[in-house]
């Protein structure tokens, strides 16, 4: 069983930054997908970033492209997100995910309802 457990999110101000952390446990293969969708209140859930570990590529969704940068630890099985610049617009839950396609030639919304496990979310809140 898959468990992805974040952190990290919070209360920023507009053009702040934060970091979210994600951890994985019980992956059965050292090349995983991992990554990141949000969930605005009366909003769909969207993607904002994933990335993959067997070479790295890494996708993003256009509204975040230049401000946020997902990473990794493979060691740690763990994938980060360092989001700049923060907008109120980016106010929403944040969740972790697994085990779903991760490429620039298939949106993010086609990939959600195959994505094999969800963290909990993470609030950001980006407010003066």
């Known amino acids: 069983q898959v468990q992805l457990v974040e952190s990290g999110g919070g209360l920023v101000q507009p053009g702040g930054s934060l970091r979210l952390s994600c951890t994985a446990s019980g992956l059965i293969s050292d090349y995983w997908v991992l990554g990141w969708f949000r969930q605005a209140p009366g909003k769909e859930r969207e993607g904002v970033s994933c990335?993959?570990?067997?070479?790295?590529?890494?996708h993003y969704a256009d509204s975040v492209k230049g401000r946020f940068t997902i990473s990794r630890d493979n060691a740690k099985s763990t994938v980060y997100l360092r989001m700049d610049n923060l907008k109120p617009e980016d106010t929403a839950v944040y969740y972790c995910?697994?085990?779903?396609?991760?490429?620039?030639?298939?949106?993010?919304?086609?990939?959600?309802?195959?994505?094999?496990?969800w963290g909990q979310g993470a609030q950001v809140t980006v407010s003066s």
């Open positions: 990335l993959s570990s067997s070479d790295g590529f890494t």
């Open positions: 995910a697994s085990h779903f396609f991760c490429s620039d030639l298939i949106p993010f919304y086609a990939v959600i309802p195959d994505v094999g496990y």
